[in-house]
């Protein structure tokens, strides 16, 4: 088959996905009509933060996400929980939701989000809520750090603060949690917003009208740039690179590996290529290095070995023919913080630096890493370790339930996967 051919056969299979998943959206937009959301029991508001969380759990919650909602009700908040399966009537979560929902499941977790913005933005009773953090259970939740950072999350001075950021497509904070100020979620567009948002199960409208959308809306609506932000932003970790001799080892030791994907990795060995063509090949023009020395530079046998910044001395080291000063190990160094900075900017930052991110203090991991390729096994590994005990235990049963999508999915949906329509 020619590559004409080929490109033809591709264009028609992703046209075939495209419409297929269209179509079972659109039927469950209208098996969705009529059906109103069932709330089982509304509790007493007083003034207190609002967590809106967005579950899609059957039959009894993940113990995770019990942990979650004992946190929150220890740190003072409202919770409305609003969820898109059914659970069992005595796994309801009585006593750690102030309010429960159980809705229809259509329009993935910005259909649920929606469902409860429209609640809280419509009741008289939450006028002078201060503000509400957004929450869903694609993430997974450590017991023993989600308590300080819901505390975190609620005293924040911003008006907008995402957990993390994301620089795909375009920049914004990641919508799975964003914590919003009553100076903001007041503001006429953002009750447009949620009133005329268009649910969809198809993953790129939901991502462009929800995520994207969402974070337009945001931008709008905040009173400076400078009032919008994220937690685990990457100022943070580069104020952490240069300030901490400790951090950037341990960054490096918590970088991801997984080659599924196209994104770039934390590499010592790529590092100090960019080094050696930056800083010490005008060096090597001038005659003053050998060229058996530079000839395994790129070496891959030799990248693989250089895993610690102690190896890239070593190697930078065994290129000039002597050892590197403390100016120059220094200088190194800051070259390293830039590069690592650079590489966990890249794309959606709690996919890139899962294992980072949980060595800075963050308490939640996406539970798609695997399934999207982002996680390779040792990724997993790097991630319970810095997990531990029972949260340990419960990631493992939960990540390895979806198993990456170009391995297991076949026919349309293997091409819908890598397109990224599921």
Not at 82 to 90: E, I, P, Q, T
Not at 122 to 143: G, H, T, Y
Not at 145 to 154: E, Q, S
Not at 293 to 305: K, Q, T
């Amino acid at each position: 088959m020619g590559a004409l051919q080929a490109n033809a056969v591709k264009a028609v299979v992703y046209g075939f996905a495209w419409l297929r998943l269209c179509a079972l959206s659109e039927r469950n937009r209208l098996r969705a009509l009529g059906r109103r959301a069932t709330v089982h029991w509304h509790e007493r508001y007083e003034g207190q933060p609002v967590l809106l969380l967005a579950l899609f759990q059957k039959g009894r919650l993940r113990p995770d996400t019990l942990n979650l909602l004992k946190a929150a009700r220890d740190q003072g908040y409202y919770v409305i929980a609003v969820n898109s399966l059914r659970l069992a009537v005595d796994a309801r979560p009585v006593g750690l939701a102030d309010r429960y929902v159980e809705r229809f499941n259509f329009g993935r977790d910005f259909g649920s989000y929606q469902a409860g913005w429209l609640d809280l933005l419509n009741e008289p009773a939450f006028a002078d809520c201060p503000r509400v953090v957004m929450l869903n259970d694609s993430v997974f939740f450590s017991s023993t750090r989600v308590g300080p950072f819901l505390k975190a999350m609620a005293e924040t001075g911003c008006e907008v603060l995402g957990a993390t950021e994301n620089y795909e497509i375009e920049y914004h904070v990641g919508s799975f949690c964003i914590s919003i100020a009553r100076a903001v979620f007041r503001a006429p567009a953002f009750g447009r917003y949620w009133a005329r948002y268009r649910k969809s199960d198809v993953r790129p409208a939901v991502i462009r009208r929800g995520e994207m959308g969402l974070s337009k809306v945001l931008r709008r609506c905040v009173s400076s740039d400078d009032r919008i932000a994220a937690l685990y932003d990457s100022a943070r970790f580069h104020e952490a690179c240069r300030s901490d001799p400790e951090f950037l080892p341990a960054a490096i030791a918590a970088a991801r590996t997984s080659d599924l994907t196209g994104w770039v990795r934390l590499s010592v060995g790529c590092a100090v290529d960019q080094y050696f063509e930056a800083h010490l090949r005008p060096v090597v023009e001038k005659g003053s290095v050998s060229v058996e020395a530079i000839g395994s530079i790129s070496s891959p046998v030799r990248e693989a070995r250089m895993s610690t910044i102690e190896d890239a001395v070593g190697f930078l080291s065994d290129v000039l023919g002597r050892e590197l000063n403390a100016d120059e190990i220094a200088h190194f160094r800051e070259f390293l913080a830039s590069y690592a900075t650079r590489v966990f900017m890249a794309g959606s930052q709690i996919h890139q630096n899962a294992a980072i991110l949980l060595h800075m203090g963050l308490p939640i991991v996406k539970l798609d890493g695997l399934y999207r390729g982002m996680f390779g096994i040792g990724d997993v590994n790097r991630i319970l370790e810095r997990l531990g005990g029972d949260d340990a235990t419960g990631f493992r049963a939960l990540i390895f339930r979806r198993p990456f999508g170009g391995d297991t999915l076949v026919g349309w949906q293997r091409f819908a996967f890598f397109r990224g329509f599921i």
